[in-house]
């Protein structure tokens, strides 16, 4: 949906839009703030909104620092192209169910808290979502570890296959698929703080840094930042 918002506000010209740009500084002066990029390119703005998703090391590292944010890492699979084989819809495990509040009126939520789960499943915060992508194979996720910054090191950076091997065994006793021969594996991060829906702090008013809506941005991101411009704005 974003790949698809981005051409459009730009070719509706909306926006201008800089991509593959790192920004390097945001400081207030005056009554404006100051933007530079990587690049040596210099904007400036009565207001910045910085929307950094996992980034926490690059712009304000001291603000994150004792933020109480916490970085979660996913591992993610994709199965191999399944022959002549349809997923009829995405499928959702009784583990995501559980797992997200969302689903809290569902009559099942309170059977499921119950059910005893395997300590592999819970200590990696395993859920299971499948779904069939257009070329028909097969996307698996995904799994959640929390670290706090100066504890995540580089361990961001490896791939742990005990988590990998879980999920598989786990998601065999979900769904029967032809193949479970995986041809991809990544890792995702966002960040998370225990006790905000979402990290928003203002410096002098004018700069917003706006992340930490965890594992519900690709849902409610939009919606939330409609609101949050709105009251930020207003509030000034
Ligand atoms: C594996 C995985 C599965 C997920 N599943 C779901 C789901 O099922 N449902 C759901 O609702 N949410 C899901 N999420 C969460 C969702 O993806 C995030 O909540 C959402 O992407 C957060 O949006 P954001 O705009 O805050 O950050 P991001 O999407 O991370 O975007 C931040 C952007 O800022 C850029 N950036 C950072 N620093 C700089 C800088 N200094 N200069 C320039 N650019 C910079 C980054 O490169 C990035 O492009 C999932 C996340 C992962 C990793």
Redesign the pocket.
Known sequence: MLRQFITHIVQKGLVDYIPL????AVEPVGKQCVVKDAKGNTFKAERVFI?????YR??FPELFSTSGLMICK?Q?MQTAVQQHYTLPHSILSNLSIRRYPAFKSSPSYRLLQEQRVDESIRDYGIHLLFKQASDGSVII??SHEYKAFQDANMSEESTNCLINEAILQYGQQVITLPSWHIQKKWN???LIHPQREVYAEAIDDKIHVV?G?????????PGFARQHIFSAVLAT
């Open positions: 740009s790192t920004v390097i929307c950094n998703g996992a980034e690059t712009l996913l993610m996720g995904d995702g991060y966002y992340t809506i965890a594992g519900k941005g690709m849902s409610t991101g």
